[in-house]
């Protein structure tokens, strides 16, 4: 029911195309999960986004887990059946939050050190930054809920009993997501846990005919690490690679850790690189051989009054969009572009109109759908730097 | 290219259906416009309501006042224009506004006293409740704007010129809308007052051949003042008229003014019931004649997580839903009832998602559209009280 076929390398790149097959669907890769947290995308139906190019979509099992909205989920029959919905699905396990409200929320930082905060989720959590809400042990670990303050614990046996339950496609091991804060000593503890944690998750998967999981590869910043780490993971029986954790101090540190872990991960699985996805991230990845991403930018830009276009970042707040008749893109096919003008996308934003957020988040997604799109078709071609360098000129 | 038609009057009651002829397309009466306050239905694009049966929107002047936002919509030729869209408005005139933010803010009541203030606009504004800002002379309004601060002054003649750059349909006469705290006294002096600002409305608005304007009949909830302002705005030579101002201290006042006054107005002229739109409210006005509506209550109840159903209102955010597999309303044919649960759509509003909100707009909207339509039917099958007697058992 699963599977995962190269179709087609880059001659100049670590670039390929290839075409990952689940019980709900076709994914073609590489390609992006459209980020639907806690079981809708923001301001988009999942058919719509089906439609637009949307072939898979990541779930978030934590904001499942810390409110036991699972259980009820699990008497639907799993999350296609709470939604209605027939594509493809993935999970993350929960340890990004072991980051996101850990050192991630007590230091003000991403899993890069110099993008975030001012975008983060944080400030709408009904809690104060500046907070450690999370304890790390060899059996799990305890979070305090940011949404009441209750203590809960979340073990690898019971991220994976989670994520069976919630019945995606693919699944996520149970690992700790590291900050770009962290020392070697502490990144090397972690890592070492999260092999220790892999294993577990395994165990407790079993061999389930209608989900896969993903390892995660952690080790931080650091070479030795990163190289133990993808060795380690790669030696383990999963369907596809996760590559997680810190990815250094600025987004060039993205590659260094891109080269140094790939080329010790079994070629013919698929490669997902967890919660990054800007467009310049998205090419020197792909080059670097990534199949799958996640992220949250198409939406979370949108609800900031930020499209994308081909001409970079606009921010639609400006007032200096007010008189302009144009779309936000003219080369964009949306419905969006088709219809309407920056002018009143810009006054809709200003006036914080939720149809506002609504046209932009159906723009993002359309645009980096699209973006993914002509990348497959560059791969095919041959035209992968070629494609690279005419978008990353605005980028 | 204006015209207003009666079709067929109830044999029972004084409910009658009618089409009125726009130049943007006809409007079949009873109906309600969708609000779209500051130019877009919260959470709904106006093909995707239009496609549902909307025929009309309303949209407020003071929302493109106060910013002077009406400029750039009068640079792109008028509101379709700058909304692209082809389909019939209908714009106020500010008149609300010296109530709901002078004696409606002040006093924290609604145009009727016993509803509101719970489910009022006036908490998401950037000021306190308690603070009249607004001040009446004759020769027009001050405001403090609400956004900022700013003092702003809105005339009878500005109010025009404004409705006439943003070009909708149909406009309607500057008003005064009174409180039902208001004394008779002031109630009187405010409707005598209206009453001059009606002519200079007129003078201003002239004759264009693309608008027509509705006068406002005033008069709070005193016999009285209602028959003489329905006498004397029915003399004057407008195309239709809003029935405004405070209604009474409870539902049940609004069918006592609605029977002092609908009497008085040239039968052959559209009524219109400004701001009212609960399911028993509409049913009670029309079975006294009136023939549009205009209020927020479907997309406002979408916000606070309210639905319509054949069984009443539900407040989906109750935990009781979290395990209800059913539609919303099984009687209801929109596509939310068609494809989502109760728990899902539960599970979105109580996680804060804007889809859930989304959800239950396009739910609200669909639901309210077809119950004008199953007015409209039941006028011309003569069975307007059975579907009354039917629907308000829930209501």
């Not at 999970?91 to 890069?112: N, P, R």
């Not at 810190?246 to 070629?267: A, F, Q, R």
């Amino acid at each position: 029911m699963f599977s995962f076929n190269i179709l087609k390398k880059d001659k100049e790149t670590k670039a390929r195309i290839g075409i990952l097959r689940t019980p709900h669907g076709i994914i073609h890769t590489p390609n992006i999960a459209i980020v639907a947290t806690k079981g809708s995308i923001r301001g988009l139906s999942f058919d719509k986004a089906n439609r637009f190019g949307a072939e898979i979509f990541m779930i978030n099992t934590f904001h499942f887990f810390h409110n036991n909205r699972y259980e009820i989920v699990k008497k639907f029959g799993g999350l296609h059946k709470f939604l209605n919905i027939n594509y493809p699905l993935m999970t993350d396990s929960g340890g990004f939050q072991i980051f996101s409200l850990g050192f991630g929320m007590e230091h003000g930082v991403g899993k890069v050190a110099d993008i975030f905060p001012e975008e983060s989720n944080i400030k709408n959590l009904p809690i104060s930054k500046g907070r450690n809400l999370v304890k790390v042990y060899e059996e799990g670990v305890e979070f305090i809920s940011p949404y009441n303050g209750r203590k809960i614990f979340l073990s690898p046996e019971l991220s994976i009993k989670i994520q069976k339950a919630l019945r995606a496609d693919i699944i996520f091991a149970f690992d700790e997501c590291t900050s770009p804060l962290s020392s070697y000593e502490y990144t090397k503890e972690a890592m070492q846990r999260t092999h220790r944690w892999a294993t577990r998750c395994l165990d407790e998967f079993g061999k389930p005919e209608n989900q896969v999981m993903f390892g995660i590869v952690q080790g931080g910043e650091y070479e030795d690490l990163r190289k133990e780490s993808a060795k380690y993971i790669n030696s383990l029986n999963f369907f596809g690679y996760g590559i997680g954790g810190s990815l250094g101090k600025s987004k060039k540190d993205i590659i260094k850790v891109l080269n140094w872990t790939i080329p010790l991960l079994d070629e013919n699985k698929p490669r997902h690189l967890l919660g990054i996805g800007e467009v310049d991230d998205i090419f020197n990845s792909i080059e670097q051989g990534i199949d799958l991403f996640d992220c949250v930018i198409p939406t979370r830009w949108a609800r900031h009054g930020a499209a994308f276009s081909y001409k970079g970042r606009l921010n639609l707040k400006s007032s200096k969009y007010l008189n302009d008749k144009r779309p936000i893109d003219p080369k964009c096919k949306c419905n969006i572009c088709k219809k309407y003008s920056k002018a009143y996308i810009s006054h809709l934003l200003k006036e914080k109109e939720i149809f506002g957020i609504i046209l932009l988040t159906e723009h993002n997604i359309f645009w980096i759908l699209n973006l993914f799109k002509e990348i497959r078709q560059a791969i095919k071609e041959n035209k992968f730097l070629d494609l690279k360098k005419r978008i990353l000129k605005y980028w």
